[in-house]
């Protein structure tokens, strides 16, 4: 029975090689994966039990200048104050079912001076933004607002002509006159309700996402790379055992033919050689 030294070989090592990277690359991704459902289901129970709170001061949750907690995202609290119209910051890039659009937001002037960031929702528009002038009027006067706390973006925040890619108080704040909580609102509500409202925003869909099934999906890749490796591996063995001959014993083989023929073929000249001096005998 031939053993399993061919898997010494340069070529068997070079592919085992691969299959560890492949298979470690597989699992890693995997458990990725499943980290990542793990925060999202974190995420989503935070989420779940702030939206289901009653709406909290502005003051006993926000703070100027302080980031926004990620346990305190998508709290509901309520402010009231007057809109600043003159500083408000348009968002581009919003888009919603494939329309282009912006958001608006406009700071909401509290009773202590502080302003705080509103969201106040959605209306379709060339991405580049819309003129002053185009932009649906808040209420005026004292307005009390309800909405959702949520975190600064981190990316696009510069804000250039009151205009900006993605909202932070931390880049807003140093266009007002005033101080600003930290993070800004998602409206929700208003009182007294405008003329013309904007869109709502959407609120975050609460479901874990594909991350489960990607995870499986890795470890299955994983798993089917080295099954192959022993597949391959079994059958190579498998051909060495059988009946017919390899490659190698094949050379081997014919060597043996060629050796016989040559050895045959100086054994008959060694004879007619021994017969011709025979014949010179008997005739002498």
């Given at each position: 029975?031939?053993?399993?030294?061919?898997?010494l070989?340069r070529?068997?090592?070079?592919?085992?090689?691969?299959?560890?990277?492949?298979?470690?690359?597989?699992?890693?991704?995997?458990?990725?994966?499943?980290?990542?459902?793990?925060?999202?289901?974190?995420?989503?129970?935070?989420?779940?039990?702030?939206?289901?709170r009653?709406?909290?001061?502005?003051?006993?949750?926000?703070?100027?200048?302080?980031?926004v907690?990620?346990?305190?995202?998508w709290?509901?609290?309520?402010?009231?104050?007057?809109?600043?119209?003159?500083?408000?910051v348009v968002?581009?890039?919003?888009?919603?079912?494939?329309?282009?659009?912006?958001?608006?937001?406009?700071?909401?002037?509290?009773?202590?001076?502080?302003?705080l960031?509103?969201?106040?929702?959605?209306?379709a528009?060339?991405?580049?933004?819309?003129?002053?002038?185009?932009?649906?009027?808040?209420?005026?006067?004292?307005?009390?607002?309800?909405?959702?706390?949520?975190v600064?973006?981190?990316?696009g925040?510069?804000?250039?002509?009151?205009?900006?890619?993605?909202?932070?108080?931390a880049?807003?704040?140093?266009?007002?006159?005033?101080?600003?909580?930290?993070?800004?609102?998602?409206?929700?509500?208003?009182?007294?309700?405008?003329?013309?409202?904007?869109?709502?925003?959407?609120?975050?869909?609460?479901?874990?996402?594909?991350?489960?099934?990607?995870?499986l999906?890795?470890?299955?890749?994983?798993?089917?790379?080295?099954?192959g490796?022993?597949?391959?591996?079994?059958?190579?063995?498998?051909?060495?055992?059988?009946?017919?001959?390899?490659?190698?014993?094949?050379?081997?083989?014919?060597?043996?033919?060629?050796?016989?023929?040559?050895?045959?073929?100086?054994?008959?000249?060694?004879?007619?050689?021994?017969?011709?001096?025979?014949?010179?005998?008997t005739?002498?």
């Open positions: 029975m031939r053993s399993w030294r061919f898997l070989s070529r068997w090592l070079g592919f085992l090689l691969v299959v560890v990277l492949l298979a470690y690359a597989c699992w890693w991704l995997g458990t990725w994966q499943f980290h990542r459902l793990a925060e999202r289901k974190q995420s989503n129970a935070v989420i779940r039990t702030n939206e289901a009653d709406p909290a001061p502005v003051g006993d949750v926000l703070a100027p200048g302080r980031a907690g990620p346990d305190q995202e709290r509901l609290v309520k402010a009231t104050g007057t809109y600043d119209t003159a500083d408000t968002v581009r890039y919003r888009t919603r079912d494939g329309d282009s659009g912006i958001d608006v937001v406009v700071p909401l002037v509290t009773g202590d001076g502080t302003a960031l509103v969201d106040r929702g959605w209306m528009s060339q991405n580049q933004g819309a003129a002053a002038s185009d932009l649906p009027a808040p209420p005026t006067g004292r307005v009390t607002v309800t909405g959702w706390v949520r600064n973006a981190t990316d925040t510069d804000v250039t002509d009151h205009s900006t890619r993605a909202i932070s108080s880049a807003i704040a140093p266009t007002l006159e005033h101080p600003v909580y930290g993070g800004f609102i998602d409206l929700k509500a208003e009182d007294p309700a405008p003329a013309t409202a904007l869109l709502p925003v959407e609120l975050p869909e609460l479901d874990n996402g594909p991350h489960f099934f990607y995870g999906q890795w470890w299955f890749f994983g798993v089917l790379a080295v099954f490796f022993l597949y391959l591996m079994y059958d190579e063995w498998r051909a060495a055992q059988r009946d017919e001959p390899t490659v190698r014993e094949e050379v081997l083989e014919e060597r043996k033919r060629k050796r016989a023929a040559k050895s045959a073929h100086k054994q008959a000249v060694r004879a007619a050689y021994e017969r011709e001096r025979a014949k010179e005998r005739g002498r």
